[in-house]
Structure formats: C-alpha cells, structure tokens
C-alpha cells in the first residue's frame, strides 16, 4: 500500500512590467506586453514551453472609476511565441493587445495541470 499527495503546481507572475491583484494594467492599444511567469511541480522548476495549455485573451465590462488601475511601464515588440528564458528563468509570452481603445481584456495562461494566472488590461 502507497500513500501520495497530487498537488496543483504552483505559478509566479506575471511578473513586472505586468502588476497583479486586481490592478487594471493600462497599455496603448495595438502594442506588445511580455506576460512574464515561472511553474513550478513542487520545488522543480518547469522549463518545457509543453506545460502551457493555452493564453486566453477576454474582452470584459471596463471598471468604474474607483477600480485600480496602474500604467504599464514599458512595452516591447517582437513576436508572440512562447519561450523559456533560461537567463532569466522564466517563461515569456509576448501578448500583442488589440486596437481597441477603450476597452478592458483579462488575460490567463492556464498549464496542462489547470492551474491560471490572469491579469487585466486596460486599453487606451
């Protein structure tokens, strides 16, 4: 007889020029955010780009005006394919945001576990 524990992994990030907890990341529509992350299976780091199920990007209801909201600080260009940075060791998605301005999108990245992070984005 065995006796085991399956445990969700557990996700970091979205890491900065992305703010979390509920702040409305505001960023010029049409332009590139690096969706910075780190997943972890206990205390290994997971390094394959296959642990990512899917980004999902949602268009939802913009907040009234007492929500939170924090400009992003920089941007970048180039490419939307996911990669591990071993440099950095993280996971970087470059997420190109609609051009829509005026409109509100939460971001998720979910792993082949289930587990998510989600962020939110407001487009000026």
Known sequence: TSTFQIAAWTLSGFYQPVDMGGV????????TVPLK???FAGTTE???????ASFTAKQVACPGT???VDDVEFTTTGGTQLRYDATGGQFIQNWQTP??????????MTTDDGSSLSANFKLK
């Open 24 to 31: 409305w990341n505001v960023v010029k529509n049409g332009s």
């Open 66 to 68: 007492l929500a939170l």
């Open 37 to 39: 992350f780190e997943v």
């Open 99 to 108: 051009k829509k301005p005026g409109t509100c999108w939460v971001v998720t």
């Open 46 to 52: 997971l390094t394959d780009v296959s642990v990512v």
